[in-house]
């Protein structure tokens, strides 16, 4: 299965929107239809308002009326596997349980797998918001 969300990843990472870093990244989610979502970053010259790939995935799986996501893929031309940066580790922890598998991969063909859980523990969720 990661297969699809591999090549989703990489192909979507090809429209990527980094004029400033040229730091291209791609990402796709399989949401628990088994539907794939992709995004890409999307830079903008005043650099707090870019958004990254994994978060433009799950606004696609989202606008498309899903909520939860089972497995995610991250890849990036970078020397080693890029995780995803901290706000977008909340962002899949919000729609994924922490067994998710997060695989983060190179454009060379280094990939490493984690879990949801295992980028954000000590995650904050709803239960903190329980009155």
């Known amino acids: 299965m990661s297969e699809q969300l591999k090549e989703a990843a990489t192909a979507v990472r090809g429209n990527a929107h980094a004029p400033y870093s040229n730091f291209k990244v791609g ?24 958004t990254c790939a994994e978060a433009g995935a799950i606004a696609a799986m989202v606008a498309a009326g899903e909520t939860t996501l089972t497995e995610a893929y991250v890849i990036a031309g970078s020397p080693m596997p890029v995780t995803p940066c901290g706000g977008c580790r909340q962002k899949l922890a919000e729609f994924a349980s922490g067994d998710v598998r997060v695989t983060m991969a190179t454009t060379g063909g280094v990939a490493q ?9 000590g995650v904050f969720n709803a239960a903190h918001m329980a009155p």
């Open 27 to 50: 990402a796709a989610i399989r949401g628990a239809s088994g539907a794939i979502y992709v995004g890409c970053n999307v830079e903008n010259v005043a650099y707090p308002e870019g």
């Open 113 to 121: 797998v984690t879990t949801v859980a295992e980028l954000l523990p």
